[in-house]
């Protein structure tokens, strides 16, 4: 089979050219000669040889230039194929311009909004636990119940913890009161006196550590403001005498009489000298300036006399001790023996850094004898559970009777739970690109998928800066408040709208109309090639046929619409790029996209998103 036979094999179906043909017919019969039989008549000469063989190269050299010519002639046939189809798909581009690709140039509102679902929940929601073990005594309300805030839900059987509490306010008051008797004591690091007399045997000196849990003796002190007298009374009549009565005491030097008081009674029966029984009363009296040790006196009480005399001592003499309840160590000994001492006289002067520890201690005793109370005053109060907003009961878990446990390890345990329904909020969950643009008090509309058609009131009432990451984008949580509230309740679906700004009464186009440079291309008849006069040679391949090139001066962008300001008019169609009317569908008469324009955020991740 020859070339052109397979070609035509090859491509059976298309039209061949009688061109084609003949050189077909040509092909075929030079093949069929230089293959056939040589004629009769015996061997052939030399000459008739060499001219055979030449006629064959001839005839060889012919065959390949009708082959050669075979092979071009398909080829300009298949790039004719090749500029039809092109030619159709250019055709059938250009009609695709004049429809898909068409918008128009309208008036009206834009808005640029943000957009998110979410759940409502209450204004504040709390859930009523026990931190403590015990019996519910009382529960006094029940499910669906309104209560204010405040009010008792709950008792808990508290004696142990009551108990305790005493206890711990008897030790805050007993360290209260040491704490007030005694710092005085440390005042200015000095010790005083606080009894009085004349000092002697002086033991403490510079150096010693004093005061403490018992005390330590530091001198021996003698007083003798008050003198005291030992009397013999006749047993029968000294039981006549009660301790603390006023009695008459006879100075027998002088004859000179003072009051005195009974301070003591013995008990036991004496003898004197004759066999009369007698007990010893002891009564003091105040030395007027001129007794001493060696004076004597006697007693009278009403008709009743003293059976004898007694000489006057000292009422005190004892030793003198230092009781500060912490000890100090002395820096300076700042009295003498015989130094006679009053209550408040300097005794010694303590080290600087001993007298700050002690005042610490002492307050740091009462600071932990104070919390510890105050600690049991507050475990006591967590035996009566209070509601802490007022809102309606949603649920009631626990009962009268009920015993609390935390014996599984749980920390506390849930009793009700209480809804303010005051207002209802939900969180919208907003794209980083778009959270700057976002600020407490912008409107927000919103729809509940429980009433379609019904549009509800919210404003923003917080703005979290604790944002999450998920999938590459991160988000941040936004609460919108409901201004209205009218059927709805916590749990159900919403959607929110943020409107970020707003323009009304204005000419608009789809964002994806406006090009590079702020230039829209417009819909001219009279054209039938581009209009290069507003357009530079890069955007040139960019304009479709038919339209023409015009700067405009843009407002609001968002990411489906764009103002327009001035350069277009209203009607006029306008060419909408293969790249942005990829998922664009009709509205209103007019092209829009969805894929976010010039000037204008992509769609947000995370359920935050402009549209």
Known sequence: MSAIDENRDENQGQKVSPEEKQASQNI????????????????????????????????????????????????????????????????????AVSTANIGTVMRGSIQDELTSSGSLEAGDTYTITSLVEGEIIEADFEEGDEVTEGQVLYRIEASDAQRQLNTAERDYNNTKESYEKYLPQYEGGIYRA???????????????????????????????SAMELRLP?????????????????????????????????????????????????TIIVSNPGGLTESDTATAQYGDIYSAGDGAFTA???????????????IAEVLVKEGQYVSSGTPLFRMTEDSHQDAVNQLEDELTSAQDNYDKMQDDLAEYTITAPISGQVISKNAKVGDNISRSSGSTNTELATIYDLSELTFEMS???????????????????????????????????????????????????????MDGLIPGMNVDGTIILSEAEDVLYIPSGALQRGDVVYVKDDSLTMPDMSAISERALSEVPEGFTAVKVETGLVTDDYVEIVSGLSEGQEIYVSETESSGMGMFGGMTMTFSGGPGGGGPGGGGGMRR
Request: charged share 25%; aromatic share 6%.
């Open 430 to 484: 907003i794209d980083e690109l778009d959270i700057s643009d976002v600020e407490v008090g912008q409107e927000v509309e919103v729809t509940a998928d429980a009433f379609p058609g019904v549009t509800y009131r919210g404003h923003v009432s917080n703005v979290s800066l604790n944002g999450s990451y998920q999938s590459g984008v991160t988000t941040y949580p936004v609460i919108v408040t409901l201004d209205n």
């Open 194 to 224: 606080t009894e009085s007399g004349y000092v002697t045997d002086i033991t403490m000196k510079k150096g010693d550590t004093v005061g403490g849990q018992n005390g330590t003796s530091i001198a021996t002190l003698y007083n003798d």
């Open 315 to 329: 009422y005190q003499t004892d030793s003198l001790r230092c009781e500060l309840p912490v000890s100090v160590e």
């Open 233 to 281: 009374f006749l047993s029968i009549e000294a039981d006549q005498i009660p301790v603390g009565a006023d009695i008459i005491v006879k100075i027998n030097d002088t004859g000179e009489t003072i009051p005195g008081r009974v301070t003591d009674k013995s008990n036991l029966e004496e003898t004197l000298t004759g066999g009369t029984l007698i007990k010893y009363v």
């Open 28 to 95: 075929k019969q030079a093949s069929e000669g230089s293959n056939g039989q040589p004629e009769a008549g015996g061997h052939l000469n030399t000459e008739e040889k060499k001219k055979k063989k030449k006629n064959k190269r001839e005839k060889q050299r012919f065959k390949k230039r009708i082959i050669i010519a075979a092979v071009l002639i398909i080829i300009a046939v298949i790039v004719a194929r090749v500029y039809i189809v092109k030619k159709q798909a250019e055709e059938a581009a250009a009609a």
